[in-house]
């Protein structure tokens, strides 16, 4: 399978965390993001830790390898986290399932898992849970009876709104569903409704794109992530590039795609708060925010249950086993089911920070950097790649589209 785990150090039995992860637990924003590994078709260019059933083969009859079991393996890992963080109150602001696609899960079973979660730790009053979904993957009865169990935002992977893109893809959705999708989770209750698109498929022209924005604008969505597609090792679409059957995507293309995408959503009044997301609201109003993906982005605490799903807590983080089977079968013998974990130095966390907190809206404290990273401010905003006028580092349009060159300038 794809997404190759790192060495790591190796982690406890009964994975026990040192108590100087332990410290503040509680203190600081704590989610919990579900890994759901299952899809119908591997899509060309996904290399997310995901089985289909031909992929599972045999052992999709093995407890947390079959779909039907699956929730019962994760309630086992949430009562294993509830077990490791010990007696301390850790109210749960943020759950996201995300894949694979969690909706080949019946809404009971999703249900049951973040019951778990609740009756465990308790979700604060207004917590935003989230699942992904294909379009093509959920009714409206399923949405209804997602919103009784208590998620209050969906994303749906739209990707693109051309037959052709999205056949590059491998997505197997009828693009008209979307529309449909979105109207029934509005009729169902869902607070909050997220599109995902992907920019810089190869044969993707400019004209696509726009088709592809504006099929997503109309849908009135209140957040809308687009990232540039990334040829990942290992993928089918990268074997397809490499026989040179597809075309690499161009720089160009992509740079011209998302300063499109940010002029369109920023006219209809969606908003960027990440380099790749944007959300609908004013300045102040973070409510349309993916506010789990903040957690990640500020370096919270979260928990991940589930085959490959990675952790952190308190400058501990951790990841699970690749394979299903292999997930349940540790949690069945009441072990841990994580492969590796590495503890995070000061100067790593300190790494960290730049990198994320640079792509945020809210930018990054110019104290984060060391004395050489600071003298190389005032000509990257002379450069126009950082704004001026404030007393944080954020990122202009164009330092988004070369922030890898600022990072590198502020980390020398």
């Not at 086992?76 to 694979?100: H, I, N, S």
């Not at 369109?264 to 993906?293: F, I, K, M, Q």
Request: glycine share 10%; hydrophobic share 40%.
């Amino acid at each position: 399978m794809p997404s190759a785990l790192p060495d790591g150090d190796p982690v406890p039995l009964d994975g026990s965390l040192p108590e100087s992860a332990l410290a503040g637990v509680g203190e600081r924003p704590f989610g919990f993001y579900v890994h759901v590994p299952f899809c119908t078709v591997r899509c060309g260019y996904c290399d997310f830790n995901t089985y289909t059933a031909a992929e599972l083969g045999p052992a999709g009859t093995a407890p947390g390898a079959s779909r039907a079991t699956y929730a019962q393996a994760a309630v086992a890992e949430v009562r294993r986290a509830r077990g490791v963080l010990g007696e301390r109150t850790v109210p749960v602001q943020t759950v996201f399932l995300g894949g694979g696609t969690p909706t080949l899960l019946s809404p009971a079973d999703l249900g049951s898992i973040l019951g778990a979660i609740d009756e465990e730790f308790g979700l604060v009053l207004g917590a935003e849970v989230t699942t992904e979904a294909n379009p093509d993957s959920v009714t409206l009865r399923d949405l209804d009876e997602l919103r009784a169990a208590g998620f209050t935002r969906i994303s749906f992977g739209m990707q693109s709104a051309v037959p052709e893109v999205l056949a590059v893809l491998d997505r197997t959705h009828d693009p008209r569903r979307v529309p449909a999708a979105v109207e029934w989770a509005r009729a169902a209750g869902f607070e909050q409704v997220s599109l995902d698109l992907i920019y810089g498929t190869p044969g993707e022209s400019l004209a696509d794109w726009e088709t592809s924005l504006d099929a997503a604008l109309a849908c009135g969505p209140d957040h809308v992530s687009a990232y540039s597609l990334i040829v990942e090792d290992g993928t089918a679409l990268a074997r397809r590039v490499r026989r040179g059957e597809l075309a690499m995507p161009e720089e160009d293309d992509l740079a011209d795609k998302y300063v499109l995408a940010d002029e369109r959503l920023t006219a209809a009044g969606l908003g960027w708060y990440e380099v790749s997301n944007w959300a609908r609201g004013v300045p102040g109003d973070d409510a349309a925010r993916c506010r789990h993906n903040e957690l990640y982005w500020t370096g919270a605490d979260w928990w991940g249950v589930g085959p490959g799903a990675h952790s952190h807590v308190g400058g501990v983080r951790w990841w699970n086993v690749k394979h299903p089977a292999a997930y349940a079968d540790r949690l069945a013998a009441d072990r841990s089911p994580a492969q590796a974990r590495e503890v995070l130095a000061p100067e790593d966390r300190r790494v960290e920070r730049v990198l994320l907190e640079l792509r945020l809206r809210e930018g990054l404290d110019p104290q984060v950097l060391e004395d050489a990273g600071r003298a190389a401010v005032p000509d990257l905003q002379a450069r126009g790649l950082l704004e001026t006028g404030t007393d944080r580092l954020v990122l202009t349009r164009r330092g988004r589209l070369l922030a890898d060159a600022v990072v590198r300038d502020l980390l020398p």
